[in-house]
């Protein structure tokens, strides 16, 4: 079977016409296979959604007991058969229950990764390479300019920064579901065991992790009162990005800005976001990984989607490799 039958891009998503299914749609749908939990490839409304058992979690965490029809349970590793094709989840790595999709028939096998990144992540099981005909590859950090730093170096940029400034709060934006988590138990590995405090936004998720296992260590409520406001001076404060456009972020001790994503990597995103110490910490993928993951895997085709997605195609191209651009729409960087 040749590849665009199998698998192809539609108006709501990834569709596969054998199985009548969609990968990530961006609207709701009958059928939905969803890689992760994610608002972007994980909506509510469809009528029947397979996933992993923690993405069926954080769903209902995030969208309510109603968030489709029905469901039911991948387990990485296992196949299952819809209308004849051959589906399987594979680790991703970029946070918790984030899968790879593996769809075949016919001899044909093509591989979405979804979200995926390759370091080491204690929050979540690591990336899997799996071996298809199609790769279909995220891009989100597909430029050659794009090389994150080493992610214990980053952390070791913020304790040392609380050394230096014990008097003030530092208030870190990470996002709620995977960077927030990620980012604590980071912190945890290089021996941080005072009590992190968190925004409310982070409270079910950052529970939800510490139910699977996952420790989070002394996680405490980010509240003060107008008598208290000196309380939080020297201490790591986790919230929402959107949450530093808001009072809450500062009513610390004069809160000392930071920002955890791969975007940190440009001075002027930093800049715009009034960040002081930016931490390129991302859940994606940098353009040497991506490129090695290709190498690694050695598909007969890839195609790249949202991302910078020409770039990719034109290494693939130049390496003797077939791509493509995809360009679906209403992917965003969520879990940046």
């Not at 069926?56 to 968030?67: E, S, T, V, W």
């Not at 950052?206 to 996952?214: A, F, K, P, R, T």
């Not at 409520?221 to 949450?243: F, H, K, S, Y």
Request: aromatic share 8%; with cysteine; hydrophobic share 40%.
């Amino acid at each position: 079977m040749k590849p665009d039958a199998l698998l192809f891009p539609a108006p709501k998503g990834l569709y596969c016409q054998h199985g009548d299914f969609y990968i990530d749609p961006v609207q709701p749908v009958e059928r939905a296979l969803i890689t992760h939990g994610h608002s972007d490839h994980a909506r509510a409304g469809h009528g029947h959604v397979l996933a992993t058992r923690e993405t069926l979690d954080i769903m209902r965490l995030r969208y309510g007991d109603d968030f489709c029809g029905a469901s039911d349970v991948a387990r990485f590793g296992e196949t299952i058969s819809i209308g004849g094709v051959r589906v399987r989840f594979h680790p991703a790595g970029h946070v918790l229950g984030s899968a790879q999709i593996s769809v075949e028939a016919d001899g044909t096998r093509i591989v979405v990764s979804g979200d995926y990144k390759r370091r080491p992540d204690p929050t979540c099981p690591s990336f899997e390479p799996v071996a298809c005909d199609v790769f279909i590859t995220e891009a989100t950090f597909g430029l050659p300019v794009f090389h994150h730093p080493d992610d214990k170096g980053e952390i070791a940029r913020l304790l040392q920064s609380l050394r230096q400034f014990p008097e003030r709060a530092h208030v870190v934006g990470a996002y709620a579901l995977g960077k927030a988590q990620r980012l604590i138990a980071l912190i945890r590995q290089q021996g941080y065991d005072e009590p992190i405090h968190i925004h409310g936004a982070l409270a079910r998720l950052c529970e939800y992790y510490q139910s699977q296992g996952i420790d989070l260590g002394d996680i405490r409520p980010a509240t003060l009162g107008p008598e208290n406001r000196q309380d939080l001076a020297g201490a790591i404060v986790l919230g929402p990005p959107a949450a530093f456009a808001e009072r809450w972020a500062r009513r610390f001790a004069d809160p000392l800005a930071i920002f955890a994503s791969g975007w940190m990597l440009i001075r002027q995103r930093a800049k715009q976001r009034g960040v002081e110490l930016p931490l390129v910490i991302s859940d994606h993928c940098d353009w040497a990984e991506l490129t090695a993951t290709i190498r690694e895997i050695a598909p007969a085709e890839v195609w790249v989607t949202h991302g910078r997605e020409e770039a990719l195609v034109r290494w693939c191209q130049l390496q003797g490799i077939p791509a493509r651009p995809l360009h679906l729409v209403g992917y965003d960087d969520e879990g940046e």
